[in-house]
């Protein structure tokens, strides 16, 4: 009994050794200097310009291997010399940052009623845009020809730099293994619509999805307000709620990759059927529409959310009103984030920057009072970026994706 216990607890050993091993080697083999690579790029771009030592402590790579992984990116023109830092004694060191224009991402958004085509460089600047719009009866393929045109266009004029990849920022929920958009509500245009692959096979670049409030955390965490900050969550309010979540500089993304939907939770079981199937969901109370359906309940007038925003600023006081109603909702929903997540900040962002002024206060009185840990307060603040988070976050997506070679997953052994 006890022999067979251990023999069968030896060949789980082994098998799980051999299995180890097996990922290792095809990490090691495929991805590990790469992944290397990008995490020195993501460590500049986030923090720099450092030295070499300062690279060293940071990424906890060998002072070999910087330097050798330094004078491959300054070879190839990404890297250069710029400065130098104070001296410990001895010459002082020189400082090292990125090249911006030397690589190019080809960023695709796809908002609910448009298309938005950009090159954006490695510090997150705009190159080059255009838009097409995306009525709600287009199909599918419609889509594609459409996104076909404003590539091809982008890329005829393409800068100096080199474009190395491309990324998809869309709303969820997606498989991003498959490179499928699946049902966001809302959005018929794009049900189901497999859009890496053709993508990928027409232009022949390595192409990236990823949902849009996600790509706007880590917009923030490389060029926004949280660049000096390891945990925090992104908040991005429009027609929809949702949120990205960065744990110690990464982008959580969950077992299926469509983690931080904290918004489709009933809290009114007796309220309004949500786009997701379920009831009385937060989203329904916490979003600009939300505010645009309550102000034609209680006038029989429709608005747009940007002539709610100016009415209230003008001192209307049922629009000063629906927004304070938002920001109660919204306010229930970030303590449930602070409490789950503890983390250094919320940042707030979207459609919700254009009442950033009115509602932020009331945001961290309420959150500070009513989450579970008190003693240090959470800061709420505003998105750095005026709208342009969902596509600028493309850049830094590339490089994400770059580093996840670095990490295996741990998988289940199955026995058979
Ligand atoms: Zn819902």
Redesign the pocket.
């Known amino acids: 009994m006890d022999r067979n216990t251990k023999d069968g607890v030896g060949s789980l050993q082994q098998k799980l050794r051999h299995h180890l091993t097996k990922s290792t080697q095809r990490v090691s083999n495929v991805g590990i200097k790469q992944s290397n690579k990008s995490l020195l790029l993501k460590t500049l771009l986030v923090q720099g310009p450092l030295s070499r030592a300062q690279l060293s402590l940071l990424t906890q790579l060998s002072k070999m291997t910087i330097t050798n992984l330094v004078k491959e990116y300054m070879d190839e023109g990404i890297l250069f010399e710029w400065g130098t830092a104070p001296s410990n004694g001895g010459p002082k060191p020189a400082l090292l940052d990125v090249m911006a224009e030397s690589l190019i991402t080809t960023s695709l958004y796809i908002a609910r009623d448009h298309l938005l085509v950009s090159l954006i460089d490695l510090r997150g600047n705009i190159l080059a845009h255009s838009t097409a719009s995306l009525p709600e009866d287009d199909s599918g393929a419609n889509v594609m020809q459409k996104i076909y045109v404003l590539m091809d266009n982008m890329l005829a004029h393409k800068t100096k730099g080199r474009v190395w990849g491309m990324g998809i920022s869309v709303a969820g929920p997606l498989d991003s293994e498959r490179g499928v958009i699946l049902n966001p509500p809302n959005f018929p245009q794009v049900r189901n619509l497999s859009i890496v692959k053709p993508l990928e096979e027409r232009y022949g670049l390595p192409t990236y999805i990823e949902n849009d409030i996600r790509v706007s955390s880590l917009a923030e965490m490389y060029y926004g307000n949280a660049k000096n900050v390891s945990n925090f969550v992104y908040v991005g309010v429009t027609s929809g709620v949702g949120c990205g979540i960065i744990i110690d500089r990464e982008l959580f993304t969950g077992f299926d990759g469509n983690a931080g939907e904290f918004a489709?939770a009933t809290i009114d079981p007796s309220g309004p059927q949500?786009?997701?199937g379920?009831i009385g969901?937060l989203?329904q109370y916490s979003t600009t529409s939300s505010a645009i359906r309550q102000y034609r309940q209680e006038t029989g007038k429709d608005i747009s959310w940007l002539e709610l925003v100016s009415l209230a600023k003008d001192g209307d006081q049922l629009c000063l009103r629906i927004i304070k109603n938002l920001q109660k909702y919204l306010g229930y929903g970030l303590v449930a984030l602070a409490n789950i997540f503890d983390p250094e900040c919320i940042i707030v962002g979207d459609e919700i920057i254009y009442v950033a002024d009115l509602v932020l206060d009331g945001l961290n009185e309420y959150v500070n009072s009513h989450k579970i840990f008190r003693a240090r307060p959470i800061n709420i603040i505003k998105s750095y970026f005026p709208g342009s988070a969902p596509f600028i976050g493309t850049s830094p997506l590339i490089i994400e994706h770059l580093l996840q070679h670095k990490r295996p997953r741990m998988r289940i052994l199955q026995e058979n």
């Open positions: 489709h949500c786009s997701c379920n969901c989203e």
